[in-house]
Every structure is written in structure tokens, then in C-alpha cells.
């Protein structure tokens, strides 16, 4: 799912406005939560099931939700402008060293400590890493001075911070709030945000930037999206889930658009790319069973 969402979010964002588009991935996420907001806190309708949204209205657990918000936001901000102007073929690579950021970010905050597979894991993945950068080279795009390349690192560091984060609010060793608690009034959030930076920032100077244009892949950003979130927040949920894991299995996307850039969107210099992404899929796998 998380593959899909990246694909059509890359689809979404050529030659177009990234603002809009963000805020209406927001807006639709928020329109597929909102209704078990109401009927959660209205009525039986969704007592017992899976998406049923807990009573979480006071500001003890809000806050906590807001600056969930306010994290993951930032990442897409960064990530949304990153991914319109670089290839997906080097994106999913990037984003799926990750998982590496959220190990030793584990290690630092909640005592995970690292074997010899996770290590060896680590190190190939810094090593593609700069192998990355050698392939991209041959696009024309500097690692060391491209400005987007900058924001995708800077959206990955806020989307690992930001998954230890979520152990934090929804491990039963954390603040173990629910986890429907968490999605459905994150997002709604994150539209407010962006809808406030929709009329403050993009509508006044709209006329001076890339018009925005309406694309049918951009409604099922969100679908493919909140699929993706529920089942990685669903998983955080069970007692004793490492992180570190869970954010392995999750960055296992990059499989699927790197497919799409090199099928559906053409995408050059594929081999070299191939062999990155390689590096970045063994070092996942030491991950894994390290972590067994």
C-alpha cells in the first residue's frame, strides 16, 4: 500500500503545485475519519470493532496528537517538494534507509540494542547511501549540493523521528493511546495546517508558481495512504512490537516504486540505481534477522 502511495504521489506532483495537492491528500484522509469520529463518539455503531476511535477530547492526550501533527507534516512538506523534482528510482532507495535511523534512534531512546546482523545492516546501508550518490550523478543531480536532495534527507530524519514517536504514544510502555485515536485526529490536524497554509501562503502567490492542476491519482493518495497507516499503526499496537522492525517491513515499499519509476515512469539508469537498491534490501534483511 505504502508503495502504491508513493507512485501515484510522485504521479500526482509532476509539473504540478505541491501545496494543493498536500492539502488535498489532508482533506481526503480527513473525510475517511471523520465519520468514525462522529459516530464513535455518538453512538454504539462502532463499539467492538476495529474502528472504533476511543474518547481522547481532553488536552492530556491532544497535545500529544498535535505535535504528532506537526512532525509528520513537516516530513511531508519536505518530502513532497523532494520527490517533484527528483527521480522515484532514487527516492524509494533514500526513504528506504529508514529503517536504519529508526534502529539507531531506538538505541538511543529506548534502549534497543544492536547485534552483529543489525550492524552489518547499518553499514550497507550507508554504504549504498553514498553509492546512491555516485548513480545520481550521472542524472546531473549532486548529492552534495542539490537542494532537494537536502529535503528528502531531512524528510527521512523527521519521518524516523517521527515513528519513534509512535511507539512512544501508543506502546502500552508509552502513553498507550489508541491507535484509531491517534490516526483519525492526526489527520484531521494536519488539513487544518495545511488549509491555513493553502490561504496564507499558496492562494497570494499562486499566479508566480506552478499552477496547480487536478489529477485523479490524487484522491487515491489518501485511500492508499490510510490503508497503509492503520495496518502500521495496528501493528504498533501489539504489545512488545519493535520499531525497529516494524519500520523495516514498512520501507519494504521502495520494491514497488522503484518498479513503478523504472515501468511506468521510465526512469534512467536503472542498473546502477538496481544495485543501490540491492545494497539497501540485504542490509534490510540483516536487519531482520538481527532483530529475530
Known amino acids: 500500500m505504502l508503495g502504491f502511495y508513493d507512485s501515484l504521489k510522485k504521479n500526482s506532483l509532476r509539473d504540478n503545485a505541491v501545496i494543493p495537492v498536500l492539502f488535498l491528500n489532508t482533506l481526503f484522509c480527513s473525510l475517511v475519519f471523520l465519520p468514525m469520529i462522529i459516530v464513535s463518539n455518538s453512538g454504539t455503531g462502532l463499539d467492538g470493532s476495529i474502528f ?3 474518547e481522547g477530547w481532553e488536552w492530556a492526550e491532544q497535545k500529544w496528537i498535535v505535535l504528532k501533527s506537526c512532525i509528520v507534516l513537516s516530513s511531508w512538506l519536505l518530502g513532497y517538494f523532494a520527490m517533484k523534482h527528483l527521480p522515484l ?18 538505541m538511543l531512546v529506548f534502549g534497543e540494542r544492536l547485534n552483529l546482523y543489525q550492524w552489518i545492516g ?10 546512491m550518490g555516485r548513480s545520481s550523478r550521472k542524472e546531473g543531480i549532486d548529492f552534495k549540493h542539490d537542494i532537494w536532495v537536502y529535503a528528502l534527507v531531512g524528510a527521512a530524519l523527521l519521518g524516523a523521528a517521527s515513528g519513534l514517536y509512535d511507539k512512544f504514544l501508543m506502546n502500552p510502555e508509552g502513553l498507550a493511546l489508541d491507535k484509531m485515536l491517534v490516526q483519525s485526529w492526526y489527520n484531521l490536524y494536519q488539513c487544518t495546517m495545511m488549509g491555513l497554509m493553502m490561504v496564507l501562503l499558496w492562494w497570494p502567490t499562486r499566479g508566480k508558481t506552478t499552477p496547480f492542476t487536478w489529477k485523479w491519482s490524487i484522491p487515491f493518495i489518501s485511500v492508499f495512504l490510510c490503508i497503509a497507516d492503520f495496518v502500521y499503526f495496528y501493528a504498533l499496537s501489539v504489545p512488545d512490537a519493535m520499531i525497529s ?3 523495516m517491513v514498512r520501507r519494504g515499499s521502495v520494491i514497488v516504486s522503484f518498479l513503478f519509476g523504472a515501468l ?3 526512469e534512467k539508469n536503472l542498473r546502477s540505481k538496481a544495485f543501490d537498491l540491492g545494497l539497501v534490501l540485504l542490509g534490510m534483511i540483516f536487519l531482520y534477522f538481527g532483530s529475530k
Not at 528510482?89 to 531506538?106: D, E, F, K, S, W
Request: zero cysteines; charged letters at 10%; hydrophobic letters at 65%.
Open 52 to 54: 472504533k476511535v476511543s
Open 264 to 266: 511506468v515512469f521510465k
Open 89 to 106: 528510482t532514487i527516492v524509494g532507495p533514500i526513504n528506504a534507509t529508514r529503517p536504519v535511523m529508526v534502529l539507531v534512534g531506538a
Open 245 to 247: 522492525v516494524v519500520s
Open 122 to 131: 547499518v553499514l550497507l546501508a550507508v554504504v549504498s547511501f553514498f553509492l
